[in-house]
């Protein structure tokens, strides 16, 4: 099993400021995929196949990495944005999540 | 549109099962995987397995492979999850999602909450 650790586990973020979350993996994958989750609702599809801004998500949103390392950045957080992220992979024969990292604002 | 709208919230006693579902609409039910997720209270996503729909052929992780049973009835677009031997370990909530062709969990239902009490 593939196992991603994702830093930080919490933040707290001003509006505005530049937002970096990673999720590091325990062996290479060739994607990484990003849920957003608020409290009560159900995990929504954020980013995925690394870089891709599902429908309706905002362009400051973004996905990058390769190998074992990835991250999702926020250009410029803003109050909405107050959320648990998760990345997700699927290359082994399982799927796997991150912990997560609960985003608060400041 | 694709929907996925799951039963409603049980309780279950320490022992028994019980059996959820997830009502697929918005496309062909046989067309996509269905993905069971669990999420125990203030805790994240566990992957617990997937059903073809098409053949009824089923994975599940290593770890629910004695807990999970799942199934699906295409004539309703209905799939299930079983979950027996109830503990406390499985109070929880349970997702359905679907997964397209890049490995992502793209829909998911709304969750069902399932609690383990005496």
């Known amino acids: 099993e593939i196992v991603l650790t994702q830093s930080p586990t919490t933040m707290a973020a001003s509006p505005g400021e530049k937002v970096t979350i990673t999720c590091r993996a325990s062996?290479?994958?060739?994607?990484m995929h990003w849920y957003q989750q608020k409290p009560g609702a159900s995990p929504k599809p954020w980013i995925y196949?690394?870089?891709k801004l599902a429908s309706g998500v905002p362009n400051r949103f973004s996905g990058s990495g390769s190998g074992t390392s990835y991250s999702l950045t926020i250009s410029s957080m803003e109050t909405e944005d107050t959320a648990t992220y998760y990345c997700q992979q699927w290359s082994s024969n399982s799927p796997t999540f991150g912990a997560g990292t609960k985003l608060e604002l400041k | 549109e694709v929907q996925l709208q799951q039963s409603g919230p049980e309780v279950g006693r320490p022992g028994s099962s019980v059996k959820i579902s997830c009502k697929a609409s918005?496309?062909?039910?046989?067309?996509?995987?269905m993905n069971w997720v669990k999420q125990s209270p203030g805790q994240g996503l566990e992957w617990i397995g997937w059903?073809?729909?098409?053949?009824?052929?089923?994975d599940y992780a290593e770890k629910f492979k004695k807990k999970a049973t799942l199934t699906a009835d295409t004539s309703s677009s209905t799939a299930y999850i079983q979950l027996s031997s109830l503990t406390s370990e499985d109070t929880a909530t349970y997702f359905c999602?679907?997964?397209?062709?890049?490995?992502?969990?793209?829909?998911w239902g709304q969750g069902v909450m399932v609690t383990v009490s005496s």
């Open positions: 999602a679907l997964t397209g062709s890049s490995y992502y969990f793209d829909y």
């Open positions: 918005g496309y062909t039910f046989t067309d996509y995987v």
């Open positions: 062996s290479s994958v060739s994607y």
């Open positions: 059903i073809d729909p098409e053949y009824g052929s089923t």
């Open positions: 196949d690394t870089s």
